[in-house]
Antibody
Framework: QVQLVQSGAEVREPGASVKVSCKAS????????ISWVRQAPGQGVEWMGW????????NYAQKFHGRVTMTTDISTSTVYMELRYLSFDDTALYYC????????????????WGQGTQVTVSS | DIQMTQSPSTLSAFVGDGVTITCRAS??????LAWYQQKPGKAPKLLIY???ILENGVPSRFSGSGSGTEFTLTITSLQPEDFATYYC?????????FGQGTKLEIK
């Protein structure tokens, strides 16, 4: 069965960086893109960006350009999302999600989601 | 980036009622639209993709329609488990913008 298992909760100070992992199993890792979506407390969901493990290319939301980097490790079927220059507004639950589309060159919609990783920015 | 606007933000209904949620895109997105349901403490769940295709296992009381810039999610005969927050998402462009959400509350 398809599973996306994310790394544990993180606490960072303002200005620091955080790197969250998402380990995929139960399907061909390179066949589907992975997107990252976050949800601040009591707020809606916000798309951050996408990476294709097959092509290696990425698309980031304009809001996060210059602050976010998404990478993959095919040997471990893991996707990483690093967010830099954290501020209090980055406190949120971060999800990875699997694209429905196969071998797509851009993001699609998402049929499987990780359990979420809480990132708290606190001084 | 394409902006997605949902209405209403909150909706109250009785069990057994039918409801409709609207999602508008700031520019045409063809049929590249998905709907999700989210319950507290859970990740969003895909209900509908490509505007009108029901995801496997989703009850037939859920339906989606629309194309271009205006889309609707309709739920007929509301069940207790349907009270949740619903999001639309466009995936026409290089980004995957979500709407702000519609909270469906029990009356």
């Amino acid at each position: 069965q398809v599973q996306l298992v994310q790394s544990g909760a993180e606490v960072r100070e303002p200005g620091a960086s955080v790197k969250v992992s998402c380990k995929a199993s139960g399907y061909g890792f390179t066949s589907n893109g992975i997107s990252w979506v976050r949800q601040a407390p009591g707020q809606g969901v916000e798309w951050m960006g996408w990476i294709s493990p097959y092509y290696g290319n990425t698309n980031y939301a304009q809001k996060f350009h210059g602050r976010v980097t998404m990478t993959t490790d095919i040997s471990t079927s893991t996707v990483y999302m690093e967010l830099r220059y954290l501020s209090f507004d980055d406190t949120a639950l971060y999800y990875c999600a699997r694209d429905v589309g196969l071998y797509s060159t851009r993001t699609s919609c998402y049929d499987f989601w990780g359990q979420g990783t809480q990132v708290t920015v606190s001084s | 980036d394409i902006q997605m606007t949902q209405s209403p933000s909150t909706l109250s209904a009785f069990v057994g009622d039918g409801v409709t949620i609207t999602c508008r895109a700031s520019q045409t997105i063809g049929s590249w639209l998905a709907w999700y349901q989210q319950k507290p403490g859970k990740a969003p769940k895909l209900l509908i993709y490509k505007a009108s295709i029901l995801e496997n296992g989703v009850p037939s009381r859920f339906s989606g329609s629309g194309s271009g810039t205006e889309f609707t999610l309709t739920i007929t005969s509301l069940q207790p488990e349907d009270f949740a927050t619903y999001y639309c998402q466009q995936y026409n462009s290089d980004s995957g913008t979500f709407g702000q959400g519609t909270k469906l509350e029990i009356k």
